[in-house]
Structure formats: structure tokens, C-alpha cells
């Protein structure tokens, strides 16, 4: 569905500590990771080595090896998470989390968690104040992740109202569309301005 969901995260103050299960380290990227990257995100995505690559997705003005993270188990790289930044124009001071995955085998762990909270903390770290991602609807555990993580719904088209409501309902939480009604009933996002916020943590 279109738009891509934006979701908005208005501080990143007084972000938790990352935590990591025995085993689990963080590591950014180093020189040649490229196809590390492209299998940890492709087998995520549930699409072949190489279908996402690392050339067109992530080297941009604002790729530097300290802005993309991996997460290793038992000595293997299994998830990602990156520390972009939203062009000025559309927030100023406002990071944007790009392409997060954690391989299957190695769900269920809240890894997804850890490592978006890195990037979030990577993204502090460079005077960062807020912060945005795009997902999709079906996205279900990346979403939960990114409420876990206080994330809010942030409108960019009107569609988006109804979508929210659903997603909510999908997630069967229907109280986080209560709660965020001053939202999904609130302006649709014009930039540069500043998306309104309610905790929903
Ligand atoms: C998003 C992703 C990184 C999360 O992986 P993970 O950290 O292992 O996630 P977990 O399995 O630990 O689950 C995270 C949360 O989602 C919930 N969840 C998992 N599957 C779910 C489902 N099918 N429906 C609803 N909630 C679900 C979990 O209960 C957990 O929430 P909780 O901690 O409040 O209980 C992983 O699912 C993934 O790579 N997905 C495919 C790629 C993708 O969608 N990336 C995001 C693009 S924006």
C-alpha cells in the first residue's frame, strides 16, 4: 500500500541502554562488507542474496561504515539496522533508520530491537534530536519493534488513518489506536515542520 507508514520518534533523549542476549555483539561496517550486508538484509526480507543491493540501497551522500550496524550471534553477522539522516528540507536534526533485518533462525530474540536502539543511539551520538522510518502495513513484527521502541504513527497521506487503525487491530492492540487518536485524527505531515507525538509507551 502507498505511501510507505512513516512512524516518528520525537526525542532521542533519555534512550535504554542496548542490552544483548549471551552470544550477541554489535559491529558497524568495514571495508567489504557489501555482500554481508546484502545477505543478512536479503535473507530478512525473505529474498535471494543480492535481489537488495548494497550499491543502490545504502551508498548515498550519507553512507559512512559507522552509520550501518550489525548484530552477531555466535560469531555470525544475522541483523542490521542503520543510522541515516533525514535531508534538512524534510526535518532538520532528524535521523532516519534505514533497512533493518534480522535473519530467520535468529528471531524471536528481540535483536530487531537492539540493534534499531544502536543505530537510535548512533544517531544521538551525531547531535541528532528525533527520528523517522518508513515500513509497510504487514510488517507486524518490525512495527511491534518500533512501538516497542516509542515510535508513533506519523500521517503522511490521508489514506493512512484508516491504515493505522488497521494495523492496530492486526496487532490486536486496539487501545494504541485509542491513545493515538490525537494523532491519526491529527494534520497530515507537512516538512518541515515537527510531527505531532503522544507517548504510547
Ligand atoms: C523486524 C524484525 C527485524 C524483527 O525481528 P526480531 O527482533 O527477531 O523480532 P521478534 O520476533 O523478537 O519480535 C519483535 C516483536 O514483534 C512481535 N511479533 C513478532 N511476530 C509478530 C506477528 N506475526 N504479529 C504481531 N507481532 C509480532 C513480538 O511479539 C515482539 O513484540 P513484544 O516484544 O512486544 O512481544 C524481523 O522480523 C525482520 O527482519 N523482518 C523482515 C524485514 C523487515 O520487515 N524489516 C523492517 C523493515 S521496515
Excluded at 515500513?135 to 504513527?153: E, Q, S
Amino acid at each position: 500500500m502507498t505511501p510507505q507508514l512513516h512512524m516518528f520518534r520525537a526525542s532521542l533523549d533519555g534512550l535504554p541502554p542496548v542490552v544483548l542476549p549471551a552470544g550477541c555483539e554489535l559491529r558497524c561496517f568495514q571495508a567489504g562488507d557489501e555482500p554481508v550486508w546484502e545477505r543478512v538484509i536479503a535473507l530478512s526480507f525473505g529474498k535471494n542474496p543480492g535481489e537488495i543491493p548494497f550499491e543502490q540501497s545504502m551508498r548515498r551522500d550519507c553512507f559512512l561504515p559507522e552509520r550501518v550496524l550489525f548484530i552477531r550471534r555466535d560469531g555470525a553477522d544475522v541483523g542490521t539496522a542503520s543510522a541515516y539522516v533525514t535531508p534538512a528540507d524534510r526535518m532538520p536534526d532528524c535521523g532516519y533508520l534505514h533497512y533493518v533485518g534480522v535473519m530467520p533462525g535468529h528471531t524471536g530474540l528481540h535483536l530487531g530491537y537492539q540493534v534499531t536502539l544502536a543505530a537510535l543511539h548512533r544517531m544521538r551520538q551525531e547531535g541528532r534530536r528525533r527520528a523517522i522510518l518508513q515500513t509497510d502495513d504487514f510488517r507486524l513484527p518490525a512495527i511491534k519493534t518500533y512501538l516497542n521502541l516509542g515510535f508513533v504513527p506519523m500521517l503522511v497521506d490521508e489514506n493512512q488513518r484508516q491504515r493505522w487503525r488497521e494495523v492496530f487491530a492486526n496487532l490486536h492492540l486496539p487501545e494504541l489506536a485509542e491513545r493515538s487518536a490525537p494523532l491519526l485524527d491529527g494534520p497530515v505531515w507537512q516538512p518541515p515542520a515537527i510531527p505531532p507525538f503522544v507517548s504510547l509507551i
